[in-house]
């Protein structure tokens, strides 16, 4: 008694090219917007990171600005000498 092999992927392909075209298409449509989904989603968690590496800067040369501000101030008031 010999054992009678099927090639399901054979079968599977014959029975999209004949019965499923609309299925196939589909498929296809899914798979695409699929990843159309995960490289928008990739590309918004660049951007994100980049805006925050761009805050991070911005905050420090805030606080570089402020620490100028306040070394002027300091070197810009005389000091009082009584001798004169």
Known sequence: MKIKRY??????????ILHGKVHLILFIAIIISASCVVITVYKTRQL????????????K??????????EKNALSIPLHNPKK
């Open 61 to 70: 040369k805030k606080n570089e600005w402020r620490n100028l501000i306040i």
């Open 7 to 16: 090639d399901l992927v054979k079968i599977i392909t014959n029975d999209f």
């Open 48 to 59: 994100i990171i980049q805006e925050e590496n761009l805050i991070l800067k911005k905050q």
